[in-house]
């Protein structure tokens, strides 16, 4: 067994911030740690728009602070967020995610990532190997 904290995670490797200032993601479990999947906590940063394509990873995204939005590219449908909203990305969609403030979300992912990925120039991770 292991613990680990958000505060022992700050200022490490495992905290990794998106290149273009979007958000910050607090890496507590990763492939390393052998559990088949990662768990993060990550805060998008209100007035910013990402967009993501998790074609090589499935991920499910639960709020639990904040609010913002997921706007599926296929269909141009939106999804509102607020804590307690859960959304699966359960066909690897394409999608844009807007804060409309610091949104806190904890985010599971599988298979595992390895720790300092950031989205590629299409929104995705590279494929784990």
């Known amino acids: 067994m292991f613990v680990r904290s958000i505060e022992e995670i700050k ?3 495992r905290e990794v911030f998106a290149e273009n200032k979007n958000w910050v993601s607090r890496r507590l479990l990763l492939k ?9 906590e990550t805060i998008i940063f209100a007035g910013t728009e990402t967009h993501i394509w998790y074609k090589n990873h499935l991920e499910a995204v639960y709020c639990v602070e904040g609010e913002g939005e997921v706007e599926t590219i296929a269909d141009g449908k939106i999804y509102h967020i607020l804590p307690g909203t ?19 979300l904890l ?13 590629q120039a299409d929104g995705s991770y590279p494929a784990c190997d």
Request: proline share 5%; hydrophobic share 30%; glycine share 10%.
């Open 11 to 13: 200022g490490t490797s």
């Open 32 to 40: 390393n740690d052998g559990m088949g999947f990662s768990f993060h």
């Open 86 to 104: 859960l959304y699966a990305l359960n066909e690897h969609d394409e999608h844009y995610l807007r804060a409309k403030q610091d949104m806190r």
């Open 107 to 119: 985010c599971v992912f599988n298979p595992p990532v390895t720790g300092r990925e950031v989205h």
